[in-house]
């Protein structure tokens, strides 16, 4: 098949970091024609870095004189409507940075404007893509841990990564730094609970950024017959992403940044029980350090963005459906807004206390 002709939006971290690198690990699949932004130095130097022929500082100009199969949206989701409903309307597949937009009706906007443009859209729920979670779904579908019954989810981004920085976009978001991590929490359990009818949010301020109104969460996103429970952490300096999945024959335990995944059988509390359990845990533990650091330290390892990149041009090109439809980015907004909204409702009522003294 010839290849997709492609652009991105976008000079900041994310497209240089993750997205413009897998497009480039695509070339024979993708070629990746311009960079844009509103910053056009600042594109060209992108351009320059990565050998992309074209920088531009305005999309309508890129879109109109490139005309790319695929546009790729890397910016700051106060502008993701704006950008996304104008690429589609110029024809162009659209892949899209998460939050897929900043409200539900803004959600609305792109799939209106994709539905009429006949035109596919991918939301970067990259997280869905690393290969413990992709192997932990199939063995839920598959009935390996019995009947699901909830998970758990801990998050820890490093302080300096967005917290400590003053002018970080992220701070201008609803909720905060919550909104740039928040998605990742809502789609990661939609993947195995929905709907999700409500949301319990409690928060802490711990660290001395007035520009940052908190530094800890605890979320619970509730179902039918299962909670998600979640531990949302930017007051150290590590990175961490654990998610435990729970069944009702079964556990399973997942690094996504080693790559591992155990399952855990501990129905007795017996020494030997006991035992044996832990003999299978390290075991399993062992097989997947062997197979997974071997792939990273060689630097074989599939990035989650490239497996994402792949699987879309895959969709664009044979017409099958995105691996992250505009409909799971609305629904992981929707979520994310229900835990906003009780933030700041608890913010609220703390200034209210705070005032009265």
């Known amino acids: 098949m010839p290849r997709l002709k492609a652009v991105v939006v976008g000079a900041?971290?994310?497209s240089q970091k993750k997205h413009i690198p897998a497009f480039l690990r695509a070339k024979g699949r993708v070629e990746l024609a311009a960079v844009c932004d509103l910053n056009l130095d600042a594109a060209k130097t992108v351009a320059s870095k990565f050998g992309i022929p074209k920088a531009y500082g305005d999309l309508g100009e890129m879109l109109e004189k490139e005309k790319p199969d695929l546009v790729d949206v890397c910016t700051p989701p106060q502008t993701h409507v704006k950008l996304a409903v104008l690429a589609c309307q110029q024809g162009s597949h659209l892949m899209i940075e998460k939050p897929m937009a900043m409200t539900v009706a803004e959600c609305d906007r792109i799939v209106d404007a994709a539905t009429k443009a006949g035109v596919k859209v991918c939301v970067g729920h990259s997280d869905l893509f690393y290969y413990p979670f992709e192997k932990a779904r199939k063995l839920v579908e598959a009935g390996a841990i019995g009947e699901f019954r909830g998970m758990r989810i801990f998050l820890s981004t490093p302080t300096d990564y967005m917290t400590a920085k003053e002018n970080h976009w992220a701070h201008k978001l609803?909720?905060?730094?919550?909104?740039e991590t928040g998605p990742h929490i809502a789609y990661m359990t939609l993947a195995f609970m929905r709907p999700i009818r409500d949301v319990n949010v409690s928060?802490?301020?711990?660290?001395?950024?007035?520009?940052?109104?908190c530094e800890d969460y605890r979320i619970d996103l509730i179902g039918d017959k299962a909670i998600s429970s979640i531990v949302l952490s930017y007051s150290t300096n590590q990175w961490s992403a654990k998610v435990d999945i729970l069944g009702t024959t079964g556990l399973l335990k997942l690094d996504l940044e080693d790559l591992s995944l155990v399952k855990y059988n501990r129905t007795e509390l017996s020494t030997v029980s006991a035992g044996v359990s832990l003999v299978s845990e390290s075991a399993q533990l062992v097989g997947s350090a062997m197979r997974n650091g071997f792939r990273l330290v060689t630097g074989r390892h599939t990035s989650t963005h490239d497996l994402l990149l792949n699987r879309f041009v895959d969709a664009i090109q044979c017409g099958s459906p995105s691996p992250v439809p505009a409909e799971d980015g609305r629904e992981t907004v929707r979520v994310l807004d229900m835990i906003v909204k009780k933030l700041d409702a608890q913010w609220e009522t703390e200034s209210m206390t705070v005032s009265a003294r």
């Open 174 to 179: 609803a909720g905060g730094v919550i909104g």
């Open 12 to 14: 900041g971290l994310i």
């Open 203 to 213: 928060s802490m301020k711990m660290l001395d950024y007035p520009w940052s109104r």
